[in-house]
T-cell receptor, first 114, second 114 residues
Framework: GAGVSQSPSNKVTEKGKDVELRCDPI?????LYWYRQSLGQGLEFLIY????????KSGLPSDRFSAERTGGSVSTLTIQRTQQEDSAVYLC????????????FGQGTRLTVV | QKEVEQDPGPLSVPEGAIVSLNCTYS??????FMWYRQYSRKGPELLMY????GNKEDGRFTAQVDKSSKYISLFIRDSQPSDSATYLC??????????????FGTGTRLTIIP
């Protein structure tokens, strides 16, 4: 596609439910990042995929968070047993060279846990 | 203490003024410096990228990096109402440090008053 596509754009869920957020990177991009943006907190790194290498999961805040990337393309971020503090905008970015320098972001998924 | 500090503003200036946006950082391993612009409810858009110290100019935008002071700046000349957005600084260390994540500031909200 022309850009990074994320779905859904908005998600409201009840506390304790599981949610899945999807990211379609730009075709051919080997690197994929997930960030979380909370009000007044800037962008918080969650996880990074580069080709077939093991992902860098160092930013995942708890074991309720997991992500996978199938076929080196689409990625899914899963949050289990959602909590109110998980409410944020979840942003996905992809990069052509794995340098992270020219990283192009999607529009984000706004998650609200009620 | 956060690795990257950025004044959240808000900053309001009249149309045509020169805008100065700044970030400081503590990690001396950072070599790549970026500025992103984010409009409301949109994903961040890469504006400028600079490697190591020095200046880079692109149209009305100038990015400066002073590694000795761990201080980066973005200048916007002849500011326009369409420049009203949140500006995020981001930085990263070289790949050989084994950490490819982008570390962001919290963002400065800028309003250009017509």
């Amino acid at each position: 596609g022309a850009g990074v596509s994320q779905s859904p754009s908005n998600k409201v869920t009840e506390k304790g439910k599981d949610v899945e957020l999807r990211c379609d990177p730009i075709s051919g991009h080997t690197a994929l990042y997930w960030y979380r943006q909370s009000l007044g907190q800037g962008l918080e790194f969650l996880i990074y995929f580069q080709g077939n290498s093991a992902p860098d999961k160092s930013g995942l805040p708890s074991d309720r968070f997991s992500a996978e990337r199938t076929g080196g393309s689409v990625s899914t971020l899963t949050i289990q047993r959602t909590q109110q503090e998980d409410s944020a905008v979840y942003l996905c970015a992809s990069s052509a060279r794995g340098q992270g320098i020219e990283a192009f972001f999607g529009q984000g998924t706004r998650l609200t846990v009620v | 203490q956060k690795e990257v500090e950025q004044d959240p503003g808000p900053l309001s200036v009249p149309e045509g003024a020169i805008v100065s946006l700044n970030c400081t950082y503590s990690n001396s391993a950072f070599q790549y410096f970026m500025w992103y612009r984010q409009y409301s409810r949109k994903g961040p858009e890469l504006l400028m990228y600079t490697y190591s110290s020095g200046n880079k100019e692109d149209g009305r935008f100038t990015a400066q990096v002073d590694k000795s002071s761990k201080y980066i700046s973005l200048f916007i000349r002849d500011s326009q109402p369409s420049d009203s957005a949140t500006y995020l600084c981001a930085m990263r260390s070289p790949r050989y440090f084994g950490n490819e994540k982008l570390t962001f500031g919290t963002g400065t909200r800028l309003t250009i008053i017509p």
